[in-house]
């Protein structure tokens, strides 16, 4: 073939350019394939994390009413500082923490970027970064991005943490650790004792907490969000995250919040200021509002979703599902065994086809394949959407 052929060729039948992958263990998430295949199926989605409900109107309207004020360009890099003055002012009342709204609040384009951010901003080639597992499955990529070891250390059997294992896996190297309470997948939330072994643990080192608290609202019968943010030996070294998205039923909006020192916060806005600069003026000013105006939007959280909760188990008590605890988030955990000796995902394709309920295996949260013969159903629906899911699952 002569040169003058090979041009032509080449310019009919273009190649992209070969890529060696920066993620190349990283596919679809199972999220992404569980609700398509709810959607096939005609199956009721309880596996993706979302609600099937609207926020309060109150909420958009503040938001239309920003728009309308004018507030349509850029905010300030660090996110609109009355709605970061009102975050300090709630952090403070919860937690009795003080936090600069100036230098060390941060609104982000919600967790999932925050939780990047952060990883990028701290963790440098070869650094290890200890992550508790089952984890959410943004962990361990955004520690791969940045160049570093993730570190997997393994709840106990109860999803509790386990502070023998993550002793020893502290090395001179460990650079990072990401927690997260209320759980995610388990549905279980950290006590003020492990909080206080956490920071007695990490005292000696220079280690960086990364706290994702996007949860925080969702904790049941009477029990408390301990918040990295109210212990002082964890707050000094800790990236709080947290979420308006699942607060105030709003996953779309993407939005975020971190509150850190000022020292960690400069390292933060570093990498934020070039990977989103900053997030949607109006919904940050319609939040800020909103968050002001209507805290019993967040303080009553928590029994919103202890009922739904409630209902939820109530309806699965008579199949053969047995019911993990659930003391935070809204997600509820159930050991198909008794049901069952299909592995997870195929179980979850099982109960998507069959059953006409999609759910989210546990597996999917483990590095390597753990099989518990368990799956996650998100509780987050009208009551309408449980009741008609509990019908279908009662066959079980």
């Known amino acids: 073939m002569s040169a003058v052929q090979h041009s032509r060729t080449a310019a009919e039948h273009p190649v992209s350019p070969a890529l060696r992958s920066r993620l190349p263990q990283v596919g679809t ?20 994390g979302f609600p099937d409900f609207d926020p309060d109107p109150k909420l958009p309207e503040a938001v239309n009413t920003a728009m309308r004020a004018g507030h349509n360009q850029y905010p300030p890099m660090a996110g609109v500082p009355l ?25 982000t384009a919600g967790a999932t970027q925050a939780l990047l951010t952060a990883v990028l901003a701290v963790v440098h080639p ?9 984890a959410y499955d943004s962990y361990a990529p955004a520690i791969a991005l940045a160049g570093g070891v993730a570190r997997f250390v393994p709840l106990d059997a109860h999803y509790r943490p386990d502070f023998d294992a993550i002793a020893a896996a502290i090395t001179p190297r460990t650079r990072a ?74 996953t779309g909006w ?38 002001r105006t209507q805290p019993e939007a967040h303080l009553n959280l928590p029994a919103f979703y202890q009922a739904k909760r409630d209902r939820f188990r109530a309806g699965l008590a008579s199949t053969r599902l047995r019911l993990l605890p659930c003391e935070g988030t809204y997600f ?20 998507t086809r069959e059953v006409g309920v999609a759910a989210i295996p546990l597996s999917a949260f483990h590095p390597d394949p753990v099989e518990r013969s368990t799956v996650r159903f998100c509780f987050a629906k009208r009551e309408a959407t449980l009741d008609a899911a509990l019908e279908r699952l009662a066959r079980l």
């Open 29 to 48: 998430t199972i999220f992404t394939v569980m609700s398509a295949l709810a959607q096939q199926c005609g199956a009721i989605n309880l596996g993706q």
């Open 83 to 107: 709605l970061r003055e009102a975050l300090a002012e709630k952090i403070e009342a919860l937690h009795g923490a003080a936090y600069d709204p100036g230098e060390e609040i941060t609104i």
């Open 126 to 134: 070869g650094d290890e970064v200890i992550v508790l597992t089952p």
């Open 177 to 250: 650790m990401l927690v997260n309470s209320p759980h995610n997948p388990s549905g279980r939330v950290w006590t003020a004792q492990d909080m206080q072994r956490l920071g007695a643990l990490l005292a000696p080192t220079d280690i960086v907490l990364i706290s994702d608290e996007v949860y925080e609202h969702m904790v049941f019968d009477g029990a408390t969000h301990h918040s990295a943010a109210a212990y002082p030996q964890l707050a000094a070294r800790s990236f709080v995250v947290s979420s308006f998205g699942k607060t105030y039923h709003v």
């Open 254 to 291: 993407k939005v975020g919040m971190v509150a850190a020192p000022r020292e960690l916060t400069r390292e933060f806005r570093k990498v934020h200021q070039f990977n989103v600069f900053t997030v949607n003026t109006p919904m940050q000013h319609g939040l800020a509002h909103y968050l």
């Open 332 to 351: 509820q955990c159930a050991d198909y065994g008794a049901v069952s000796d299909l592995p997870e995902a195929a179980f979850c394709e099982w109960l």
